[in-house]
């Protein structure tokens, strides 16, 4: 009897983690197509301490399993199908990401012709970051950005002067969610992005639905 008694405690405990957890996703992405926002939000806490511990762990420990491709002073790891299943906690990361589109679906119509794509970006500490820019629109429906380590602030805006930014603070364990074109031809594509002076070694993970049509026409634009 006592038994069962725990059991059941565990599975609501478990239930309302898990109903928590969709509320704060279905919250921030309840806004994310209206084309008066920025077309940004942020879910909070979505990787617990450990959960955090270990993924860092993969990079710190096993970065030589990973290929790195530099760019102006960011490294970044395309992720396979292999590296999934060799490191189960990456794997957190893409349920999180289909668990948000999941929830973008139930509020909108998105583009269905995609294949996914994840890779982590490495920024040291000291890094300039990235510079503003819209990612290319073949990358559709919603970007999502789990932050592993770093706390440091993420800019959006509509505004290609850069003049009226948001700024989003992300500690690690947060997922920035980031608005991409749906499904119907919207005009509403990728808000202007960046991130800049890089106080704390930064790791995330980068989700993305490609839309693999017509790719090549399509490079990411920087905004200067
Ligand atoms: O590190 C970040 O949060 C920004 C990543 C980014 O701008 C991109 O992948 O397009």
Known sequence: MAI??????????TDVLEFDMNNKIFNA?????????????????M???????????????NKEHFYPLEFGGVTRWDLTENDFSRYPALDKG?????????????????NPVYR????????PEGSVGVKPHRDTRHS?????IFVFSGNNSFFATKDSACKHVTEFFTEPG?????????????????????VS?????????????????????SPSILVT
Do not use: W
């Open 94 to 110: 893409r349920r999180g990401f289909k668990l948000i589109i999941d929830t973008i679906s139930t509020l909108t119509e998105l």
């Open 140 to 144: 559709v429906n919603c970007v999502s």
């Open 116 to 123: 996914e794509k994840f890779c982590i970006l490495f920024y």
């Open 197 to 217: 002076q890089v106080v704390r070694p930064r790791y995330v993970m980068v989700c993305r639905h490609i839309n693999t049509e017509g790719l090549k026409s």
């Open 174 to 194: 947060d997922a920035i969610v980031m608005r991409g074109p749906r499904k119907i031809k919207d005009d509403i594509s990728c808000p202007i992005h960046y």
């Open 29 to 45: 992405v309840e806004d994310l197509y209206n084309h008066n926002n920025v077309g940004v939000n942020i879910v909070c806490k």
């Open 47 to 61: 990787f617990n301490t450990e959960e955090l511990e270990r993924i860092n762990n993969v990079f710190i420990i």
């Open 4 to 13: 069962l008694v725990v059991v059941v405690q565990r599975v609501i405990a």
